[in-house]
């Protein structure tokens, strides 16, 4: 047997060939130039410029830079002029289409309102996220209002809690403490004893590394390296579904649990690690979940997934960075910085430069830049990427890379809407033994970090959402629909002035008008020579009063041969 090949097969030519090709190139270049003879190539004459000894130089270089700029100033003036031509056809092209398009479908101010009334929400707007989340408190018995462990009060929102608590109909709020992960074990109790004063409050961490089942596992060589100090593992769900459970057999039916908190606090991966499976997407991204998403834990509960709550524009810039549905890829740098600038002013100092390993510095845009470059993050010429680090930071803050606490308030003071009966109403059909067994249970079992190594964080209060947008009435629809017809007929009022198509359209048709007249007059004179001369005296009347009508007061006392003596 021969040995198979293990080279592959060489690409050297034969001399002959490659004298061949070499050949064929110089004849083909030969050819070239002659033909580019013949043409006869004209190269483009180099200005000379003026010599240095001829008189007045400088003055004709002032005249040749005018005349370029006048020239600019032309070119720049022709094109305005452009532009504004193509923007009136595209108006009068747009206004004509809407006018077929209404009397095709035969709409009138009605159908107009009823169209913006009946107008689908995009998913991204502010109106689609609440309309959804109420939908989510509205269908469901109990409401889980999920708060970062870090910053619990920073993720109550009171509006929230009011709509829960005064919507009647028995239904009941708890609060779920998640990422207890990232806060020192004393700060967890001490929030814990706090909180359940006002509402029953379950401790929780939910899994990080949820695989999705109903996708196949792809084999890899490597392996993807994972945090050894942040498990995969669960905590807090034998304690949320017992407490489920027990308040579903007190009703005698199957219950519906909302979901429900500002971005980013861990409300989908709460329902995934109840469930076991990644049933809902899950994202470092604010805003993954935007609509309404049902999960069924088991025949008795199933769970209800809801958009995040809007932080209201009135809210602390601090709030607002750490709150707030920002789209990174969008926002403006300055909104960006003034969110980090409020983060950093809220935190010690020291720990910041112990955790980000930096020198110290002046203010934010210094912070940042000395964070780009240990981090390698530099454009062309070794600037720092500013923008880039920003968004990274954000995005730390929010998800769970960096370990922050803040110290619950000293004196409980109740807000208004939770008085003592709505209390002992909300903490109804609750087991409140078994619940505080069960969160020292997960506490005990729980990896914290040292108050060393994590940063205080002074807390800015309750964040302000908005739940409900208010929707116009009819009579204000039909209102704007109004003047908005109004405005349209105005636009086309002064469009049509403006056009002067339209005034020469207009010209010829009172000059065809005074013809026909004339016409008329000169036909009756032929056709009716028997007339008596009354008769003819009163048409001749007629016609003068209404030509004079026609002129103006500077042709009154001219001559006009054409119909004075015909």
């Not at 004459?45 to 130089?57: I, L």
């Not at 709460?270 to 990644?278: A, D, E, Q």
Request: aromatic fraction near 4%; glycine fraction near 4%; charge should be positive.
């Amino acid at each position: 047997m021969k040995r198979p090949k293990l080279r592959k097969a060489s690409k050297r030519l034969t001399c002959h060939k490659r004298y061949k090709i070499q050949k064929k190139i110089r004849e083909h270049h030969r050819k070239v130039r002659k033909e580019a003879k013949k043409r006869g190539r004209k190269k483009p004459k180099k200005d000379p410029g003026v010599p240095s000894a001829a008189p007045f130089k400088e003055q004709l270089l002032r005249e040749a830079e005018q005349r370029k700029q006048r020239l600019e100033e032309l070119k720049q003036k022709q094109k305005l002029n452009r532009q504004k031509e193509h923007e009136k056809k595209r108006k009068l092209e747009a206004i004509k289409n809407a006018k077929i398009e209404e009397k095709a479908e035969g709409k009138g101010s009605s159908g107009k309102s009823k169209a913006k009334a009946n107008k689908r929400l995009d998913k991204n707007s502010k109106e689609s996220f609440c309309s959804e989340l109420k939908k989510v408190i509205e269908a469901s018995d109990v409401v889980l209002e999920v708060l970062d462990a870090r910053d619990p009060m920073g993720c109550r929102c009171p509006q929230l809690e009011e709509a829960v608590t005064c919507s009647g109909g028995g239904k009941k709020l708890v609060l779920v403490l998640n990422k207890i992960d990232l806060v020192p074990k004393e700060n967890l109790e001490k929030w814990l004893n706090y909180l359940k004063k006002e509402l029953p409050t379950v401790a929780f961490k939910s899994a990080t590394l949820m695989r999705d089942k109903t996708l196949q596992e792809q084999p890899t060589r490597r392996r993807a390296r994972v945090d050894a100090s942040r498990t995969s593992e669960c905590l807090g769900t034998k304690c949320l579904l017992k407490l489920l459970q027990e308040y579903g057999k007190t009703q005698n039916k199957a219950i519906q649990v909302g979901v429900v908190g500002f971005p980013n606090v861990g409300k989908s991966s709460i329902i995934n690690s109840l469930k076991g499976v990644r049933a809902c997407n899950v994202g470092l991204t604010r805003g993954v979940t935007k609509s309404m998403q049902i999960v069924h834990i088991d025949k008795q509960t199933k769970m209800l997934d809801s958009p995040s709550i809007i932080a209201d524009p009135s809210n602390s810039a601090l709030a607002l960075a750490l709150r707030s549905i920002i789209n990174t890829e969008e926002s403006d740098l300055a909104d960006l910085l003034e969110g980090i600038c409020a983060i950093l002013s809220h935190c010690n100092k020291q720990q910041v430069i112990m955790r980000y390993s930096i020198p110290d510095f002046e203010n934010t845009e210094e912070f940042l830049a000395l964070l780009a470059r240990k981090r390698g993050m530099l454009k062309k010429g070794g600037v720092p990427d500013i923008e880039n680090i920003t968004k990274v930071l954000l995005c730390d803050w929010t998800g769970a890379k960096i370990s922050y606490y803040s110290q619950p308030p000293e004196s409980q003071t109740l807000p208004p809407y939770l008085t003592e009966d709505k209390i002992a109403e909300m903490q109804e059909c609750f087991n409140f033994k078994n619940l505080e067994e069960e969160n020292n249970n997960t506490v005990q079992a729980l990896k914290c970090p040292s108050p060393a190594n994590s940063i205080i964080f002074q807390s800015a209060g309750m964040a302000n959402g908005t739940i409900v947008i208010e929707e116009a009435s009819e009579w204000e629809n039909l209102e704007t629909s109004k003047e908005e017809e109004e405005q349209e007929e105005e636009e086309d009022f002064t469009e049509s002035d403006d056009d002067p198509n339209n005034l020469e359209e207009e010209m010829d048709v009172e000059e065809k008008s005074r013809v026909q007249i004339t016409r008329k007059t000169g036909l009756e004179k032929q056709t009716s020579p028997t007339n008596s001369g009354k008769e003819i005296a009163e048409s001749e009347h007629s016609n003068s009063v209404l030509l004079n009508l026609d002129k103006t007061a500077d042709e009154d006392d001219a001559y006009d041969f054409n119909t004075d003596y015909v």
